[in-house]
């Protein structure tokens, strides 16, 4: 139609009405590209926000399960420098406990606590990390990768190093099960050691191997837990500034 009015000008000479075409024309292309680059931008901007949200909500999922982790850890690497201070003669002879013979027995078992981010590693391993605008967030994000996968290399070589103490040592702890009711054991039994203290004072290999797995336990914890654990706070605080969220916010609609 526009076509055919524009011919039609042409014929009759009629300059401005060619020119009020040609504006219109030029005009109802601008705003046509403008309209969809309005819309890819706010396609952009919904797809950012939903991937923030998404980051902050796996981020305080990581940090809660971080803290469960590091509160086990602690409590197991505090009962071994008990027992060590004591098999060494430090403090006083006494009966080891279960639950001191237990943390002994389980001493090379570092897993690392990933405190996992599915969304993070989506991102990266599809390309879209520069989706992310906000240059706290990318900031704090790059840094918990990075050290992240330092200290996955580091709990890798002390794991390595550790020594499985049951199977090394086996006249002095025995291992077994007990009942449990847990509900996230599925066979309703948990695993517990029993440890022969006279005989282990007595043992300088054993005393030996048990010290290098509790200096190798604690740097596990330190690296994994005191070292690793503020790089998580640093990205939480930044995914919050991102999303205009404060923390008493956070706490009360995800804590």
């Given at each position: 139609?526009?076509?055919?009015?524009?011919?039609?000008?042409?014929?009759?000479?009629?300059?401005?009405?060619?020119?009020?075409?040609?504006?219109?024309?030029?005009?109802?292309?601008?705003?046509?590209?403008?309209?969809?680059?309005?819309?890819?931008?706010?396609?952009?901007?919904?797809?950012?926000?939903?991937?923030?949200?998404?980051?902050?909500?796996?981020?305080v999922?990581?940090?809660?399960?971080?803290?469960?982790?590091?509160?086990?850890?602690?409590?197991?690497?505090?009962?071994?420098?008990?027992?060590?201070?004591?098999?060494?003669g430090?403090?006083?002879?006494?009966?080891?406990?279960?639950?001191?013979?237990?943390?002994?027995?389980?001493?090379?078992?570092?897993?690392?606590?990933t405190?996992?981010?599915?969304?993070?590693?989506?991102?990266?391993?599809?390309?879209?990390?520069?989706?992310?605008?906000?240059?706290?967030?990318?900031?704090?994000?790059?840094?918990?990768?990075?050290?992240r996968?330092?200290?996955?290399?580091?709990?890798?070589?002390?794991?390595n190093?550790a020594?499985?103490?049951?199977?090394?040592?086996?006249?002095?702890?025995?291992?077994?099960?007990?009942?449990?009711?847990?509900?996230?054991?599925?066979?309703?039994?948990?695993?517990?050691?029993?440890?022969?203290?006279?005989?282990?004072?007595?043992?300088?290999?054993?005393?030996?191997?048990?010290?290098?797995?509790?200096?190798?336990?604690?740097?596990?914890y330190?690296?994994?837990?005191?070292?690793?654990?503020?790089?998580?706070?640093?990205l939480?605080?930044?995914?919050?500034?991102?999303?205009?969220?404060?923390?008493?916010?956070?706490?009360?609609?995800?804590?």
């Open positions: 139609m526009l076509l055919r009015r524009v011919i039609e000008h042409v014929k009759a000479q009629n300059w401005t009405a060619v020119a009020l075409d040609f504006v219109i024309v030029v005009l109802g292309v601008f705003i046509g590209i403008q309209v969809a680059n309005w819309n890819d931008a706010r396609a952009v901007k919904q797809d950012e926000e939903a991937i923030l949200t998404r980051f902050h909500d796996e981020t999922a990581a940090i809660e399960d971080r803290t469960l982790r590091e509160a086990a850890t602690e409590a197991r690497m505090h009962r071994m420098y008990e027992m060590r201070k004591m098999l060494l430090v403090s006083p002879p006494r009966a080891v406990t279960q639950a001191e013979c237990t943390a002994l027995a389980q001493s090379n078992y570092l897993p690392f606590a405190g996992a981010i599915p969304v993070l590693d989506e991102l990266i391993a599809t390309g879209r990390f520069g989706r992310i605008s906000d240059p706290d967030v990318r900031r704090a994000a790059a840094e918990l990768i990075r050290l996968d330092e200290i996955r290399s580091v709990v890798d070589v002390i794991a190093s020594l499985d103490l049951p199977f090394e040592f086996p006249d002095l702890m025995r291992v077994g099960i007990e009942p449990t009711d847990a509900p996230n054991d599925i066979d309703g039994f948990v695993p517990f050691a029993s440890c022969d203290a006279e005989t282990m004072r007595d043992n300088q290999k054993f005393l030996n191997g048990f010290s290098a797995n509790v200096d190798n336990y604690n740097v596990y330190l690296a994994s837990f005191i070292e690793l654990s503020p790089t998580y706070e640093e939480h605080h930044s995914l919050d500034h991102a999303l205009g969220l404060t923390h008493g916010a956070v706490n009360e609609g995800q804590d």
